[in-house]
């Protein structure tokens, strides 16, 4: 029993070392969705930045609209279900009413 587990030890610590020795390179470019060719993006409307820290305080001031517009799309997306419920049991009275 001693001697299988010394075995077991060596070959894994054999298979170890091998494998420091395989050499793999990730891809420079990953497509995804089948196109090779990437989406061009508009940059007609990004600031002329002269610094690294001006084009940081642009990107911060970016990043807080977008943080801007979905808090005030979730507040849309709020009044939307509000007004989906008072519709649907406006209807159900009205359906009620109806039916008397």
Do not use: W
Not at 39 to 64: G, I, N
Not at 76 to 84: E, F, G, I, L, N
């Amino acid at each position: 029993m001693h001697a299988r587990t010394v075995c077991l030890l060596l070959v894994v610590g054999l298979l170890g070392a091998t494998v420091g020795c395989v050499s793999v390179t990730a891809p420079e470019k990953v497509t995804i969705g089948g196109s090779s060719r990437p989406e061009q993006v508009d940059s007609s409307r990004v600031p002329p930045t002269s610094s690294h820290e001006e084009a940081r305080r642009e990107l911060e001031k970016a990043y807080r609209f977008i943080r801007h517009l979905e808090d005030e799309n979730a507040h849309h997306d709020r009044k939307a279900a509000k007004y989906k419920r008072e519709r649907d049991e406006c209807e159900g009275r009205l359906e009620r009413y109806e039916g008397d």
